[in-house]
């Protein structure tokens, strides 16, 4: 380890208790991607840290890059906002630990500010939106990080063989990755949506669209559909706790 700490803006993603005293943490950086870094002696009772490291904190990163691993060194944390309007609701924390938790799992350790900032924009969204919006702020926050990765569906046509799409009602396939034709279809496994859930899907993904209006029926539908969307494309046997709680409309685990 060598060098000079570099700094960056960072949020706080997730962490671990790591022996007595310390913890490693899992950080969303503006110029890094996300990362992880150990954070010493950030357990003991007059730790720098103090507070700072709680989840959804957002501050500036102090960090050492290690010449042996990919783990780096958080010197220091310099808070500058918690987002305490997420606890206002748990299902307003629901979403922002859902979302947290796909940011870990496939944001990569590369620069991307504009995803940052795009992650900060969407948790004060989550922060602030009514009581009666929460639940298609979390689903467009679902699906704009997973569209922002290159790993949505296909919406504008067949995502088998590329023709167009009919109107109306339609199917989908998890399999395919998004939108079947007519012909398609017939000839594979899918889900028929209905024309009203077809287009909110669309308004949920793509940017631009007003937000849909979701009964308690489609709301759950819909936050069926986006999990197992993850599990089929992103997530194979991973462990998705915070997901699973925002399927159910609980809140997720807490960082240890």
């Known amino acids: 380890m060598a060098g000079s700490a570099q700094l960056t803006p960072a949020l706080v993603l997730g962490s671990l208790r790591y022996g007595e005293t310390s913890r490693i943490v899992r950080l969303a950086t503006r110029d890094f ?9 950030a357990l003991r009772p007059k730790s720098r840290f103090g507070a700072a490291l709680q989840l959804l904190s957002e501050g500036q990163a102090h960090l050492l890059p290690s010449r042996s691993s990919d783990l780096q060194v958080l010197v220091a944390f310099d808070l500058t906002a918690v987002h305490t309007g997420l606890a206002t609701s748990l299902e307003r924390f629901a979403a922002a630990t859902a979302l947290a938790e796909l940011a870990t799992h ?5 620069s991307n500010p504009p995803l940052y900032d795009w992650l900060l924009r969407t948790l004060a969204l989550l922060e602030l939106a009514p009581s009666d919006a929460i639940t298609v702020v979390g689903l467009r926050a679902m699906w704009g ?6 790993l949505g569906p296909t919406l504008s046509e067949c995502a088998r063989d590329a023709q167009p799409l009919p109107s109306g009602q339609i ?12 012909s398609c279809a017939v000839s594979g496994s899918s889900n028929r949506l209905a024309g009203e859930d077809r287009e909110a899907l669309v308004a949920l993904i793509e940017p631009g669209h007003d937000l849909p209006l979701l009964s308690a029926a489609q709301d759950a539908a819909h936050r069926r559909l986006f999990t197992r969307w993850v599990r089929q494309h992103l997530g194979g046997d991973g462990v998705f706790p915070a997901l699973e709680a925002w399927e159910r409309g609980k809140p997720g685990p807490r960082s240890a």
């Open 33 to 41: 991607g996300v990362v992880s870094a150990i954070a010493k002696g």
């Open 106 to 110: 496939f944001i990569p350790p590369s």
């Open 145 to 150: 990080l997973v569209a922002r990765l290159g």
């Open 171 to 182: 199917a989908f396939s998890l399999r395919d990755g998004g939108f079947l034709c007519q």
